[in-house]
């Protein structure tokens, strides 16, 4: 898979702020990191049907790396005091 699609994937999440790659600029294999910048007041999702090349629709789970304190039953990272 090249960067456009790792990119357009990370986009349906938030804000891409980088396209983890190798030098050749493909990579195969079942992952991928993308690292992005979300609001963290919103829930974070578990997957999403994404279009993938050719027009081919997948799911495609997603792994959060290096969260704070997460609420696993409620996907949310904080609560307020009306949460």
Known sequence: MTRKPRYEIGLKI??????????KGVQWGKFLRVRIHLDATTKLIRGKK???EKGESRWVFFKYEHLPNFYYRCGRLDHGEKD
């Open 50 to 52: 994404v279009s993938i």
């Open 14 to 23: 938030g804000v891409v702020l980088d396209v983890d790659v190798l030098e």
